[in-house]
T-cell receptor, first 117, second 114 residues
Framework: AQKITQTQPGMFVQEKEAVTLDCTYD???????LFWYKQPSSGEMIFLIY??????QNATEGRYSLNFQKARKSANLVISASQLGDSAMYFC??????????????FGKGTKLTVNP | DSGVTQTPKHLITATGQRVTLRCSPR?????VYWYQQSLDQGLQFLIQ???????AKGNILERFSAQQFPDLHSELNLSSLELGDSALYFC?????????????FGPGTRLTVT
């Protein structure tokens, strides 16, 4: 079963507007973490924001905020005041326990965001 | 710039060959993770090392192996290459042995198998 679901293969937004990228997750762990990464066309993966399952407040980092709804198992990324440079692939990821007791990241398929001038 | 370096940036090789990808983590980071990104499989975790020891294994093929050296740089060895191994290979590092902290990704090595 898919652990991380990003239902929007592509999204379009006008410059200076806000946009929400959806992410739902599936886990039976009580303690987990959710991440968002940005991948521009150049290919590198850039860490944006992290939300721990026990964090009481939604995470924010500059123009990025995470709308964390634990009961719904959703961790949507909100980008405010979109800029042309925000055009990229966005990946939601979840920390998952491995069989050996360590942890790994499991990624969704990604959402391609295009910011229009 | 994440502080993680990967070499080479691009690699083109033939089926059946063997290649080595190299990664240097950020200064102070002890954990190194390897990921494979392909169009059909997406981003997949391969393997993790922490301070020289293998810590976790993901979807890594038996033809692939990795190690982390005393200076903490890591190498991913891919052998008996097949066309399907063509992908972008990322190395990431973090300060902790767990994935509780953000991982900083290198620029990736794009492998093309012909």
């Amino acid at each position: 079963a898919q652990k991380i679901t990003q239902t929007q293969p592509g999204m379009f937004v006008q410059e200076k507007e806000a946009v929400t990228l959806d992410c739902t997750y599936d886990t039976s762990d009580q303690s987990y973490g959710l991440f968002w990464y940005k991948q521009p066309s150049s290919g590198e993966m850039i860490f944006l924001i992290y939300q721990g399952s026990y964090d009481e407040q939604n995470a924010t980092e500059g123009r990025y905020s995470l709308n964390f709804q634990k009961a719904r198992k959703s961790a949507n990324l909100v980008i405010s005041a979109s800029q042309l440079g925000d055009s990229a692939m966005y990946f939601c990821a979840m920390r998952e326990l491995t069989q050996g007791g360590s942890e790994k990241l499991v990624f969704g398929k990604g959402t391609k965001l295009t910011v229009n001038p | 710039d994440s502080g993680v370096t990967q070499t080479p940036k691009h690699l083109i090789t033939a089926t059946g060959q063997r290649v080595t990808l190299r990664c240097s983590p950020r200064s102070g980071d002890l954990s190194v993770y390897w990921y494979q990104q392909s169009l059909d499989q997406g981003l997949q975790f391969l393997i993790q090392y922490y301070n020289g020891e293998e810590r976790a294994k993901g979807n890594i093929l038996e033809r692939f192996s990795a190690q982390q050296f005393p200076d903490l740089h890591s190498e991913l060895n891919l052998s008996s290459l097949e066309l399907g191994d063509s992908a972008l290979y990322f190395c990431a590092s973090s300060v902790a042995p767990t994935a509780a902290y953000e991982q900083y990704f290198g620029p990736g090595t794009r492998l093309t198998v012909t």
